[in-house]
């Protein structure tokens, strides 16, 4: 029998230069990575004023300037040592860190993997001093002569490690890297002046800002800065504030979800989905919201100490923070007018005029018609089986006119509507009249408040105006929006169920073994949206009522659309989660559809509901309900905006 002799393993204590060279490995990932902790140390230092220049995408040159407090002689050597810093005064400051890097090595393990030289002179100091570092070897400091400030050069970046060199990326790339690090940094310090210098050209010169959104369009132009929509909770000890983009602009990831706290950019997957619950019914079904929030919150309550990069943390009461963020954007959400808008428009939380849509006017001479409205108090929507009531002060145009003309305010309507043009203006009160003819603007007299009750064009969309404006509505989607406030304003807000049609018959429906089950487990909440079931058994369950606003709908094929709802939501969906899938998908089998034609006295309704709820600028599945059309742009488009104004 062969025996082998087992050789023991000798620990040993590792020598400095490669314990750096392996925190380098943990720290400086990639050129960017050296961008960030020096870019950090210069804000730490109090710099007003800090230039990155990058050559190569930053493996040739990556030089850092600022003009903080410096650091003398005699510190110089310990910057670049292991495991030292200034920002932790004592051990007890670790549990409450107000600096963006604390760890001690960052220096240390750049100087490991790369050529650097360091000047650095405080303001106490007639000259600076310089000490450089080759792969790990200190020189001793010499002086030199600098500003007050400290120069950081780092060149030749992994020459002695070539593995970690051959894993990087081209220079474009690294530079993009780079460029998304500067990024961040930039964001969350508008008070500092920042200069992004590359290959001998100026990329960014980003000057003190006050307002943040002045940054934040610097970066990413007007399309973002035009839709920001301003966000602020000050209350403690979470304080909220920055911006959100409108729902009109999307990504079809979350990388431009910017999010920072105390300062420091993080990522946090709590707080991703909070803002994803926020945006719920507002974006499509893939798209992310664009966002660029700052959080402040007493260090204690947060440990940054848990990633290498500090790209993490952890919250000592994650829930907490979490629904303080949902509530805060719902809220802001309710009180903005999120109406899509074609073409530019003015920025969310100006004081201008918000798009809505008009209120329905009363219209004169039609007494008939009014005591046939106050006699009808109610409208049946027969496709929903919902009643909506009309207010007896608004009434329609009488018969023979064609429905939704413009006619001035409160004035008398001909009596063909075969007199009258839709471009030509009626008689006023006071006998005044303007025909429409081939006369200039400045011919014509100025013609009273025009108000359109509003008109379907093409059986799909609903065309309105205000007074800033032109709306144009898709009907299947306003109305899909009104549905879904309504049903879950009984199911989630009142707890009670949606009206159920108890069928005569129950209604046998063959489902596979998953199916079955899944309907089965989900028998509570499938009743609350009014639809019960029970088991027939084998592979057959039994309807015995169905929701009352889907009256004309198949209850087979609405279980099978509810049951692809249950089984796409994984094992064990959230019950809300899963009770408002189920409500907007009632909602859009029971609105009107694209191609259904609307009677005058429906069309009236859909509009006036529109503004009894505050979410309808968007159906449950995120498409806009609306667009609108300001005048300006509807005058520039038509070409009637001049250097003088319009024309």
């Known amino acids: 029998m062969n025996t082998t002799t087992r050789v023991l393993p000798t620990i040993r204590q590792l020598p400095p230069n490669l314990v750096n060279q392996i925190a380098a490995g943990e720290v400086i990932e990639r050129p960017a990575s050296v961008v960030k902790e020096l870019v950090e ?11 990155v220049t990058i050559a190569g995408g930053g493996t040739e040159l990556i030089r850092i300037s600022d003009d903080g407090c410096g650091m003398t002689a005699d510190q110089l050597p310990l910057a670049v040592a292991s495991h030292a810093t200034s920002k932790l005064p004592d051990d007890d400051s670790l549990f409450s860190v107000r600096t963006l890097g604390f760890r001690g090595e960052a220096l240390a393990s750049i100087g490991s993997v790369s050529h650097m030289t360091i000047r650095s002179r405080t303001e106490g100091d007639d000259c600076g001093s310089e000490v450089t570092v080759r792969g790990g070897v200190i020189e001793s400091p010499a002086p030199c002569g600098c500003p007050v400030g400290t120069v950081i050069e780092i060149k030749n970046l992994f020459f002695n490690t070539p593995v970690r060199h051959r894993f990087l990326k081209t220079a474009g790339t690294e530079r993009g890297h780079i460029v998304e690090a500067f990024t961040r940094l930039a964001l969350a310090n508008p008070q500092v002046h920042f200069v992004l210098i590359n290959n001998d050209k100026i990329v960014y010169d980003l000057p003190v800002s006050t307002r943040w959104s002045d940054r934040i369009g610097a970066f990413f ?12 909770d000050d209350d403690d000890p979470v304080r909220i504030s920055g911006y959100v983009c409108d729902p009109s602009v999307s990504r079809g990831n979350n990388r431009m979800q910017y999010l920072f706290l105390n300062g420091r950019h993080i ?12 945006y719920r019914g507002l974006l499509m079904v893939g798209r992310f919201p664009v966002c660029f929030l700052r959080m402040d919150m007493p260090p204690e309550l947060i440990d940054v100490n848990v990633h290498p990069t500090k790209l993490e943390v952890r919250f000592t009461d994650g829930g907490k923070v979490y629904a303080r963020l949902l509530q805060t954007l719902r809220h802001q959400f309710l009180r903005t007018d999120m109406t899509h808008r074609v073409g530019p428009g003015p920025a969310h939380g100006d004081d201008t005029v918000s798009p809505t849509v008009a209120p329905v006017q009363p219209i004169a001479g039609s007494p008939a018609l009014s005591e046939q409205l106050q006699r009808q108090s109610v409208i049946d929507w027969a496709r929903t089986g919902i009643q909506k009531p009309i207010a007896t002060t608004q009434t329609l ?8 003309q413009p006619y001035p305010g409160g004035s008398s309507i001909p009596a063909s509507g075969n007199d009258i043009a839709p471009w030509e203006v009626a008689s006023n009160e006071s006998g005044d009249s303007a025909a429409s003819s081939d006369v200039t603007d400045s011919d014509r007299p100025a013609s009273p408040s025009v108000c359109y009750l509003g008109f379907q064009v093409h059986n799909r969309y609903l065309v309105t105006q205000d007074e800033a404006g032109m709306v144009v509505i898709d009907q299947h989607a ?7 406030e309504r049903v879950c304003a009984k199911v989630l807000g009142e707890g009670k169920s949606l009206e159920a049609q108890r069928l005569l018959v129950p209604e046998p429906v063959s489902l596979t073994p998953a199916e079955r089950t899944a309907a089965l487990d989900a028998k509570e909440t499938l009743a609350k949206v009014g639809l019960e079931i029970d088991d027939f058994g084998g592979e057959t ?30 094992k064990q969906p959230d019950a809300k989660d899963l009770l408002n899938h189920l409500l907007s998908t009632i909602a859009c089998k029971a609105a009107v559809k694209a191609g259904d034609p609307l009677a005058s006295e429906e069309i009236i309704s859909l509009l006036e509901q529109k503004d009894l709820y505050q979410d309808t600028h968007h159906c449950p599945h995120g498409r806009p309900t609306a667009l609108f059309f300001s005048r300006d742009e509807l005058d520039r488009m038509f070409g009637r905006l001049g250097p003088r104004g319009r024309a």
Do not use: C, T
Not at 224 to 232: D, E
Not at 478 to 484: A, G, I, K, M, Q
């Open 41 to 51: 140390n210069s804000i730490d230092a109090g710099s007003h004023r800090i230039e």
């Open 221 to 232: 132009g007007d399309e973002i800065a035009s839709v920001l929509i301003p966000i602020r």
């Open 267 to 278: 990522r946090d997957r709590s707080l991703q989905h909070a803002l994803g619950e926020a």
């Open 397 to 404: 145009p009488p018969a023979g006119i064609p429905a939704f």
């Open 478 to 484: 306003l109305h899909e929006r009104v549905l879904y």
């Open 541 to 570: 369950i039994v309807i015995q009522s169905y929701p009352a606003m889907l009256k004309n709908g198949s209850p087979a094929d609405m279980l099978r659309v509810v049951l692809e709802a249950l089984m796409s939501a994984g």
